[in-house]
C-alpha cells in the first residue's frame, strides 16, 4: 500500500506533464502523445543509469522497472475500460454488422495469430534464436488483439464513415476477450510442452460462450435493479457491480472476462436504447463518470506503456526481433483481414477490397492488454525467451501505437483517392 500511492501519483503527475506539453507544442492524439513521451523518458532514465548505476540516482531509476502493468490492467482497469467502450455502442448499428463485426472478432483474430506465429517462426529458425512453434503461436496471440481506443479516436478526426468507424471499435472490444481466449488456449501448449490439436478449439469454445452466458445472466440481474433506479449514484454503483461481479465469475469459470464485459456493455446500451426519452436525458452524469474512469485508465495506461522500454533494452538480439515482428505482424494482420472479406456481405462505405485490407491493417493499433498478456508469461518460458517475447510486444505497440498512428491520415487520404 505504501507502494502504491506514491506509483499513482507519479503516474498522475506524468499524464498531465505530457498532456500540457502536447497541447502546448505538438498536438498529437494523446494516447501518442502519452506512450511517445513516456517512452522518451524511459530512454533518458536508462541512459542516467549507465552513468550513475552505482549511485543512489541509479537505485531511484531501478525501483522504476518491476511497474506491473500485467497486474494493473488484467486484476482491474481491463474490465471497466471495455465495459467503457462497449456500452456506447448503439445495438441497433451493432445487429447491422454483427456478421462482420463476428468474423473479425474472431475468425480475423485467431488467422492473424497463427499467420503470425508461422512467418515469425520461420524468423527464429533463420536467425537461431531458439523459441518452439508454441512459443512462436502464443506471441501471435499476444499482438492479435487491437485497441478500440486509440485507433477509432485518430480515424474520427478526419472523418472516417460511420460503418468502417463503427466496425473497427465494435471488432477491436471483442477481439480483446478472443485474444486472451486464444491466449489461454496456446499459453497452455508451451506449458504442457505440447503441438496444436483439437483441445485448442474445445478451450476456445468453453472460454468465448462462457464469458457470454455469465455477462448475459449478470446484465440482466443489474439491470432489474437499475429500472428500479432514478439517482445516477446508484446507477453507477450497480454498473460497477455488474462489471466487476462478472469478471470475477468468468475467472472463477476459467472463462474470458473481457468478452463477458463487452457483452454487459452491449446489454446495456440495447437496456438504455428502449428507455423512454426522458430516462435516457437523465443519463447525462453516468455518462460524464464512465468516460472520467475510461480516460484516467487509459491515460495511466499509456504512460506505463511508455516506460515499459525499461524492460527491453539490455535484451539481446533487440534489433532482429523488433523487425521480424513488424514484418510478421503486418503480414499476419493485412492476411487475415484480406481473407475475412470474403466472408461479410458487402465491404462498408464503398471501399475497395485492397483499400479496406489496409485500412484494417495500419488501422490495427495495438494497446496495454498486448503487454499485460506478454508480462504474465515470465513463469512460462525461460528468462532468455521472455525477453525476446517482451522486445517482440512492445516493438509491435510502439510501432503501430507511433508509427502507423501518426501515419494513418495519409494512409487514410491514399486509400480514398483510389
Known sequence: MTDFLPLIITLLFLVIVFNFINRKFFHFSYEIALMLFATVLGT???????????????????????????????????????????????????????????????LAT??????????????????????????CLMLGSIISPTDPIAATSILNKFGLPQKTGFLIEAESLLNDGVGVAVFVCFSGLVIANATPDSTVFSVLIHQLAGAMVIGALVSFVCFNLLSKEDDFKQRIYISLLCVSLSYILCQYFNCSGAIACVVCGIMFSSWREKQTED??????????????????????????????????????????????????????????????????????????RNGFTTLMTWGGLRGGLCIALAMSTQNMVSEEHFQYIMGATYAIVFFTTVIQGLTLKKVYGFIRKD
Open 44 to 106: 533518458v532514465f536508462i541512459g542516467l543509469s549507465n552513468f550513475f548505476l552505482d549511485t543512489s540516482i541509479g537505485k531511484v531509476l531501478d525501483k522504476l522497472q518491476p511497474i506491473n502493468i500485467e497486474s494493473f490492467l488484467m486484476d482491474g482497469a481491463l474490465c471497466f475500460m471495455l465495459f467503457a467502450g462497449a456500452c456506447h455502442l448503439k445495438i441497433s448499428d451493432f445487429l447491422k454488422q454483427a456478421r462482420s463485426v463476428g468474423i473479425y472478432s474472431f
Open 110 to 135: 485467431f488467422l492473424g495469430a497463427v499467420i503470425y506465429g508461422l512467418i515469425f517462426y520461420a524468423f527464429v529458425r533463420v536467425f537461431s534464436i531458439g523459441m518452439s512453434f508454441a512459443e
Open 279 to 352: 430516462v435516457q436525458a437523465s443519463f447525462g452524469n453516468f455518462d460524464v463518470c464512465w468516460e472520467a474512469i475510461d480516460h484516467f485508465l487509459n491515460s495511466v495506461l499509456y504512460v506505463i506503456m511508455g516506460l515499459s522500454v525499461l524492460l527491453i533494452m539490455n535484451m539481446n538480439a533487440v534489433l532482429v526481433i523488433c523487425l521480424a515482428t513488424i514484418f510478421s505482424n503486418l503480414i499476419g494482420r493485412g492476411a487475415s483481414v484480406y481473407f475475412c472479406t470474403f466472408f461479410i456481405k458487402e465491404i462498408p462505405d464503398n471501399f475497395s
